[in-house]
């Protein structure tokens, strides 16, 4: 059927080709696939692309699961997600910057192979002895080796080429960075995992647009809302993804709204189904994972009080948790106050001063989000007068002194600009053992209650009007610098508009001499702890600021391999680790990326300039400005955004980008070997194509054969040392291995 | 014959009258007694000092902007004859005599007002009708936070008008190439020529005006694909043309720019010291007049300062002094408690060194002369206490996983002497280099431990008077500029007695070489400087977030008069602010529903009228968005001002999607007349808005305290009164 085609209708400059064109096993892809299995050499096309396909899961599997148990000890993030894997087994509330899947995958596969959960992953380098860690790292591996087969079947699918589905699946399985995050217990090969099981559903749901709403098709929607989901479900970055699986979404929908056969009904339907599919399945199963985490997690730990009040009464062991305390606020009480604001901290105060030149030299107040003594704050009297037998409860309207029970500083405030806020006043301890001055008084009011209504703990909104510069207590949530032990900003707001920043409610209440009753906290709705973890989680991110001195990775150091991270491992005698990149891949990639531009400008200005080329050459730009142009398109949103991020950045964040990276280098070289023949003789190009493959098949296998000590392990001298076996490997300076 | 010439004779005297119109009360509203008030309004403290340095001649660098801004400024003060000697410190500070105040606004001024002509030009050259750009120049003119904007010696006035003049020449090129069809004529090529100056110009202004210039190369880019898709046209002179002009022109006179701007500085001047030690000595004055005549080459036996390349927290050099680190620290570590070594920001005789060759004794240069070579071990004295510079095996006292670095003193506690430093040219041409005053980037390698002398960057508490620590780095990876040092000031010692070498180290270096750098490497020192030096980003009590802009919750107070209520205040036109929100919105919303439409090939406007939608949309309101959207991703301190550029273009949306909705929409005549009458309406509104505001654009007359707080529209808007 091939040689058919290619002979007809074609000139002189297509026989010349012919050869080239036939003998890769090359199938159409404007052929009807319904047609395919009757064709005797595309049947057996199938069968090479499946012996292909096991070929590459067997060597990768074994990649990535030989040495999986070494080193016995924790490894870099181990430290972290192992730690809350153990959470998850003991049911112990934490908190963490990203979302819950992948701890949860990692906790589920630990309990299933028999870890209990004891193990404290306290720090890098910790033998783990006893502890069976086979599981979690062996799901870690799993999944991390299922990318090249992914990477292989996506290929595969954009370009029909196998050659190009192999490339792009050595250049992983090869990478010694790929193997080496694959190994450990971490979030990224989960993620990466997600990511590429979305990609691979997405292309496979593009190619059934000739047959819609058949199950296959509906089998690809449901697959790609489904891992979308899970990519996010592990960590933020999964929102590059579903941006690319999005931009690809609308041009379909862009595509069949132009196709005028179909009424707008039929569009319709096409809409509906990919906004259950794309936006209402994923969705679901988010808020799904998240409901799975707060049922599982329903113990109290170290997270909880970077929480609102209202969300700690859940957790089983937390003073909140069937709280009994004095219901109403009175005068005298030791109590905790508590910023509305999402994820608020404590009013909170110690013995540091502001600096010089920050306002005046006093006491500083800040809000903290862990629970301290330094949280405590007792109510006074306006006056001196000491509080006298029966104790009074402090109503709206009340004029109130704040002292700190540690320092006995009264909250004071003044006409001096705030710290970091500067249209605020600053907010100090002042005083000792509570003498101070008119400054220190404060009036207590409830939000939307009247003059006399009492203060009910926990659940009243209060916010503290400063008497004498008529401005309110408010905390900024801006994170102040390292002499505020980078707690939060507290000010006095001139700007009376009620928002959370400036409404605060009373948490802890101690009065031995008001009776205790039981509180039943109002419960939050599933929807408000959602929200309130979010926005946790956001700002955790954000907080993640590169300390000043810290050695920082810029997103320009990744592409080009400029330097990896110590996984295990600093000194000779130690068993060293170190996550880096093939050098020969990475810098091929790069190499591709240019190329790619290049051959992609030539491809589109020639198509522009209406240029007549053959079947075959039209199909090779279609593969390049498509297919190419989806991974591409890939490429920079899992890399670009990096730039913009105010946060502490690693080497590994650029694997995801990495793999598409792989995959266009793997379209455009085979495109690139295909076309030679544009560029050199026939003979030549013919020589070139077969003689690139062999040379990229050597290349792969011997600078993995010199790298794989950085995979999997090495000893003895570092590499600076001219006397060690990796001496010659340090292409670079920067490498530190 | 007659008749059939007078009308478009008459019609063309109606553009005139209106163009020239709106010019004239643009000059009016703009310059009309700029004069006043007679005192430094707002940012003008701010780009005064710039100003004075410029008439003073004295090198500065300025990380807000490229220097064309502050060099237009500067030129009506040297035509004004300023002198540059004001203190520029105060807000509300009065000009003496010497200040030419009206000279040193009227440039902006000009500038602000020929945006209104402008504004009425590119709604032309966007196919509209003269009615509707008469109504956009309005809108310009009485937008009062553009008016004070421009009456200022502030540069946003000066920014928009490039940006519009960058518009509007490319727009008249492409109409004048279109309707020619061929290769256009040189009248054509003189505004793409144009459109490529004030792309270079609005970019040498402001950084923010490469947003826009980007947006320009985008629309000739695409322009350019379709004249590639047109088979008939030769395309490689007229896409060479375009490419001269919008991208090479730019780029020279952006470069430009800097080499006017150095070659006018030539002195050396208050920001010196963030500059390499190469640079400085190229200016007159300052450093240069200490190094020139420096020898060159390092000797053993040289007496040298050595300066950290690394700026950061603040340029400093190796300095030792008669102090020792203390015995434990006040986390309980314990020191070595030998002399302290830190880094110190400032010019002092502790600074000096000597270098001197560990087989010898002798501390003088030797004749001739033994350079110093990449390689090479040397010791290093300090001059005045006589002590070796060392580290070992000590936790450095703020950053413990280094080496802690000192002059050695011997306290007989088994802590041997390690002081010798192996000589590593960062910069070297070949391995023999030899050690070249200033030139030469060097890093000092210990040859026990391999540490490298480094610059942590932390600052020691009280016991180390705040100097900057300095350690020795065992983990060394990759350049890092804070572990490179240079030396500076360099002498040949000539005495062996420490007496005599202390009055050497006191006295002045002289001989003679001089140095100098070629204009490229000095521009690109400076503008890496410029683009990496960091300004505090402390928030400032008018600072705002892009978000408060959009809707005006944030104005900013420029000037309040010495004794009574006259304030001047960036508050806009808060009619105008909403309709062109509501503009905005409506035209993308619009714009959608065409191009859904016509996706399914229902075409209600015809093609010709779509063209132009699309190519207004491009303009203005991709205007707006690269104007205004890139300041989400920025972390300095904002203001409302940063918003004018971005306004002007949302404002001129509203005329465009009433000419659309007139002719378009609107089906009978009847519709039509209300619409215009709503229209005559608002523009009144617009009138009555800006006339009640007037006193706070303009700063007179005073206002009372109540008629002050009546203007306070919105609750967050900060209007100063006066307590009696």
Partial sequence: ?737 | MLASLTPPITLKLELDVLLLGVTFLGLLTRLGGIQFPKAAVFDEVYYGQLVSLYVKQIFFIDESGPPLGHMVLALGAYLGGFDGNFAWNRIGAEYPSNVPVWNLRVIPALAGALCVPLGYLLVVELGYSHHTAFVASLLLLMENSLIVQSRFMLLESVLIFFLLLAMVSYLRFYKLWSFASVVPSSAGWAWLVLSGFACGSAVGVKYMGLFTYLLLLGLASVHMWQLIGDRNLSTVRSGAGRLLALVLIPVLLYLGFFYVHLTLLYRSGPHDQMMSSAFQASLEGGLARITQGQPLEVAYGSQVTLRSLSSKPVPCWLHSHKANYPIRYENGRGSSHQQQVTCYPFKDVNNWWIIKDPGRQNLGVSSPPRPVRHGDIVQLLHGMTSRFLNTHDVAAPISPHSQEVSGYIDFNVSMPLQNLWKVDIANRESERDIWKTILSEVRLVHVNTSAVLKLSGASLPDWGFRQLEVVGEKIYKGYQQSALWNVEEHRYGRTEEQKEREVELQSPTQTDVSRNLSFMARFMELQWKMLTVKSEDSEHKYSSSPLEWITMDTNIAYWLHPSNNAQIHLIGNLVTWVLANIALAGYGLLTLIYLLRRRRKIEDIPEASWDQVVQAGIVCAGGWAVNYLPFFMMEKTLFLYHYLPALTFQILIIPILLEHLYIHVLRNQFQRQVFGGVVLAVLCLVFLVYHIFSPITYGYPELSSDQLSGLRWRESWDILLRKR
Wanted: aromatic share 12%; charged share 15%.
């Fill in chain 1, 1 to 737: 059927m091939h040689k058919a085609q290619s002979v007809r209708g074609r000139g002189g400059t297509v026989v010349r080709n012919r050869k080239a064109y036939m003998d890769n096993g090359y199938t159409d892809a404007p052929v009807n696939p319904a047609k395919k299995p009757s064709n005797p050499s595309v049947s057996t096309g199938r069968h090479n692309q499946t012996y292909a396909l096991m070929f590459v899961v067997i060597l990768s599997f074994s990649t990535r699961f030989f040495k999986v148990m070494e080193p016995p000890h924790i490894c870099w993030d181990e430290t972290h997600f192992g730690k809350m894997g153990s959470y998850y087994i003991n049911r112990t509330f934490f908190f963490d910057v990203h979302p819950p899947l992948g701890k949860m995958l990692i906790g589920l596969a630990g309990y299933l192979t028999g870890y209990d959960g004891t193990f404290p992953f306290i720090k890098p380098g910790d033998k783990y002895e006893h502890h069976n860690y086979l599981g979690m790292r062996g799901l870690c591996a799993a999944l991390g080796s299922c990318l090249p087969p992914f990477a292989f079947l996506t290929v595969l699918e954009l370009s029909h080429s196998p050659a190009a589905a192999l490339i792009s699946a050595a250049l992983i399985i090869f990478d010694t960075g790929c193997i080496t995050i694959s190994q450990y217990i971490l979030l990224d090969p989960i993620l990466m995992f997600f990511i590429m099981a979305a990609v691979l559903s997405m292309v496979k749901f593009n190619r059934q647009i000739s047959s819609p709403f058949s199950p296959s098709w509906w089998l690809w929607l449901i697959l790609t809302g489904v891992n979308l989901s899970c990519a996010l479900g592990v960590k933020f970055v999964g929102l590059f993804v579903i941006l690319l699986i999005g931009l690809n979404t609308a041009r379909d929908l862009w595509i069949i709204l132009g196709d005028l056969q179909l009424s707008l009904v039929d569009f319709g339907r096409h809409l509906l189904a990919r906004i259950f599919g794309l936006i209402v399945l994923p969705m679901f199963l988010y808020t799904t994972i998240f409901a799975v985490h707060f049922v599982v997690l329903n113990r109290s730990g170290p997270g909880d009080g970077f929480f609102s009040s209202s969300f700690q009464s859940r957790l089983i062991g937390n003073n909140l948790h069937n709280a009994s305390m004095p219901e109403y606020l009175a005068y005298g009480s030791v109590i905790t106050v508590k910023n509305l604001r999402i994820a608020g901290g404590y009013l909170h105060s110690h013995w540091h001063l502001y600096p010089e030149g920050v306002g005046a030299r006093q006491q500083q107040v800040t809000a903290y989000h862990h629970k301290d003594y330094n949280n405590l704050w007792v109510v006074r009297r306006q006056g001196d007068g000491e509080d006298s037998g029966a104790p009074d409860l402090v109503r709206h309207g009340d004029i109130i002194r704040l002292e700190h029970k540690e320092t006995t500083r009264n909250l004071h405030s003044h006409f001096h600009e705030a710290p970091l806020t500067k249209k605020h006043f600053q907010v100090t301890g002042y005083g000792i053992n509570g003498t101070g001055d008119p400054n220190d008084l404060w009036q207590v009011e409830v939000c939307g209650g009247r003059k006399g209504d009492l203060v009910k703990v926990l659940r009243s909104k209060i916010r503290f009007l400063h008497l004498s510069s008529h401005c309110v207590l408010h905390s900024s949530g801006k994170t102040l610098p390292k002499w505020g032990w980078e707690q939060v900003e507290v000010t006095c707001s001139p700007y009376l508009k009620d928002t959370p920043n400036s409404q605060w409610n009373i948490e802890d209440h101690i009065n031995p001499k008001l009776a205790n009753i039981s509180l039943s906290v109002l419960k939050p709705s599933f929807l408000e702890i959602l929200l309130e973890s979010h926005i946790v989680m956001i700002r955790g991110n954000s907080g993640l600021k590169p300390k000043d001195n810290e050695m920082n990775s810029k997103p320009w150091h990744w592409p080009i391999n400029y330097q990896g991270l110590r996984f295990s491992g600093v000194n000779e005698t130690e068993y060293r680790v170190y996550l880096l990149g093939n050098p020969v891949i990475w810098w091929l990639n790069l190499v591709c990326l240019g190329l790619y531009v290049v051959m992609v400008a030539t491809a589109s200005v020639s198509l522009q300039r209406g240029l007549q080329l053959d079947e075959k050459r039209r199909e090779h730009c279609r593969v390049l400005m498509q297919g190419g142009g989806m991974l591409f398109l890939g490429w920079l949103l899992h890399y670009l955004p990096f730039y913009s991020m105010g946060r502490i950045l690693y080497y590994h964040h650029y694997f995801p980008a990495m793999l598409f990276s792989s995959m266009l280098t793997s379209i455009t070289l085979d495109t690139f070997l295909q076309n030679s023949d544009l560029l050199f003789n026939p003979a030549t190009a013919q020589n070139l194509k077969w003689g690139g493959r062999a040379l990229l098949s050597i290349a792969f296998l011997y600078s993995f054969y010199l790298f794989h000590p950085l995979s999997y392990g090495m000893r003895g001298p570092l590499a600076h040392d001219p006397s060690s076996s990796m001496a010659n490997l340090r292409w670079m300076d920067s490498w530190e291995f």
